[in-house]
C-alpha cells in the first residue's frame, strides 16, 4: 500500500507543484518506498491532512507545527532562491499599496491588516512577533483573514485593507505567475528571518523510511536531471532540521 505525499504551500502554479511531486514520487519509489497518485489538497483539509497516519511526506507551515502538530515528525527544510531567504531560513514582506510606499510599520497604527489565516507563521504570527506585546486587534483599527495570500493582496488592491504580511516565497512566485496581480502594490519592510515551511512525516513513519526520505530529497537538489523542477519552484537546496529549530516560534 502506498503513503501520503503532497506540496500543498507553495503551489501558486499548479504545472510546478505536480511535477515537484511526481520527481519526489520517483525520487522515493526507486529507494523502496510507494506512494499513492493522490490530488492536491485543499486549504480547508490540510489539518486533517498533516494528521493522516500513513502520511509519508508533506509540507506544513511552522507556526501550526508547533501549535497544533505534536506528533508529526519533521524531515527537514528546504533551501529557496527568493529574495528575503538564506539557507533553511525565510522572512514576511509588509505589503501595501503603492500610494503608502514612503510610510513604516508605525504609520499603520489604527488602519486596517488583513492576514492569510490566524495559524500562519509567515501572514499572522510574524507580524504579531513584531508588534509585540501589543495584540494585533489593539493595534489596527481592523484585523481581517481572507483564506490566502493571495487573496490578501487582493483586498488591499481593492481598497478592503491596507497592510499584510506576505510570505517572501509566495510573493516571489506570484510575482512570476501572476504579475498583474501585484500591480500597484509595494514592500515597505521586512521581517525577521525564521525557519522556513518544515517538510513532515507522520509519527508513525519508522526511523528508516525517515533516513530514506532525506536522501530521496538530498538527490532532488543536487542531482542534474530534477534542476528545472527545483529552479521553477525556487528550491536551491535541502537541509535535514528537527522540531526544535521551530521552538523559537512561540517566544
Not at 528545472?228 to 519552484?233: D, G, I, K, R
Request: aromatic share 6%; with cysteine.
Amino acid at each position: 500500500m502506498g503513503h501520503q505525499l503532497a506540496f500543498p504551500m507553495y503551489a501558486v502554479n499548479h504545472a510546478d507543484a505536480d511535477a515537484l511531486r511526481r520527481a519526489v514520487q520517483h525520487l522515493l519509489a526507486a529507494r523502496g518506498l510507494a506512494v499513492n497518485d493522490a490530488p492536491g489538497v485543499p486549504e480547508t483539509a490540510l489539518l486533517a491532512h498533516w494528521q493522516q497516519p500513513d502520511l509519508l511526506l508533506s509540507q506544513t507551515c511552522g507556526y501550526p507545527l508547533v501549535t497544533q502538530l505534536p506528533d508529526v515528525q519533521v524531515v527537514g527544510c528546504f533551501h529557496y532562491a527568493a529574495p528575503g531567504c538564506e539557507g533553511i531560513h525565510y522572512r514576511s514582506v509588509l505589503v501595501t499599496r503603492e500610494a503608502d510606499k514612503h510610510l513604516t510599520l508605525a504609520d499603520f497604527r489604527a488602519r486596517r491588516a488583513v492576514c492569510n489565516s490566524p495559524d500562519s507563521q509567515s501572514g499572522y504570527n510574524a507580524l504579531r512577533r513584531l508588534l509585540a506585546p501589543v495584540e494585533l486587534r489593539d493595534y489596527f483599527a481592523q484585523v481581517t483573514f481572507s483564506g490566502s495570500h493571495r487573496q490578501s493582496l487582493v483586498n488591499i488592491t481593492r481598497g478592503e485593507a491596507d497592510i499584510a504580511a506576505i510570505d517572501c516565497v509566495t510573493w516571489a512566485l506570484l510575482q512570476r505567475h501572476e504579475p498583474t496581480l501585484a500591480r500597484g502594490l509595494t514592500v515597505i519592510d521586512r521581517t525577521p528571518l525564521t525557519p522556513g515551511l518544515p517538510l513532515i512525516t507522520a509519527r508513525e513513519t519508522p526511523p528508516e523510511a525517515l533516513r530514506t526520505i532525506r536522501e530521496a530529497l538530498s538527490a532532488l537538489v543536487t542531482a542534474p536531471e530534477y534542476r528545472a523542477v527545483c529552479e521553477a519552484s525556487l528550491i536551491r537546496g535541502f537541509s535535514a532540521v528537527t522540531r526544535q529549530a521551530y521552538a523559537g516560534l512561540l517566544a
